[in-house]
């Protein structure tokens, strides 16, 4: 049991006392029993790990091991996941960057084409005026030609 209290006798020889815990023992890479210490700074604070016992002689032990984390196979399949998760997520993102900036560019040319398709829709109605005057003149005169025709042909009647 690596954590929480030792379930044995308590002899010093399996366990190191600190502040009224009992932890199994864990060797520091100098061979010495690690002692206990709690972290002090953000954003760890309050978390217990081992140290070595010389730590501030031999600052270049760098001996570190959690308390509580047993598991230290999980906790790095868990960072193995959550970084390729994170890789997945930045791949994801770099190529919806390249969509927005892929559609934009498409929205530049729709701009445009709109703008060509406005002038063109006013030119068109433009013409069909046109053409209606055209329409409602020609009618008038075909109208008036035959109106003239009947008056001519009652008079040599």
């Not at 954003?43 to 270049?60: A, E, H, M, Q, T």
């Amino acid at each position: 049991m690596a954590t929480g209290r030792n379930q044995f006798d308590g002899s010093p020889a399996s366990s190191s006392s600190s502040r009224g815990g009992f932890y199994a023992t864990t060797r520091c890479n100098c061979g010495l029993d690690a002692v206990v210490r709690t972290v002090k700074k953000v954003p760890n604070i309050g978390s217990k790990f081992f140290g070595c016992p010389k730590w501030p002689v031999r600052y270049r032990v760098h001996f570190m091991k959690w308390v509580d984390c047993t598991n230290g196979d999980d906790l790095r399949f868990q960072i193995f996941e959550r970084e390729t998760t994170i890789a997945e997520l930045e791949m994801q993102k770099s190529m919806l960057e390249d969509k927005v900036k892929r559609l934009q560019g498409n929205k530049g040319n729709f701009e445009e084409e709109v703008q060509e398709m406005k002038a063109e829709v006013s030119q068109l109605r433009i013409e069909l005026m046109r053409s209606s005057m055209n329409e409602y003149n020609l009618t008038m005169a075909l109208f008036c030609s035959w109106l003239f025709f009947g008056i001519v042909v009652l008079m040599f009647k």
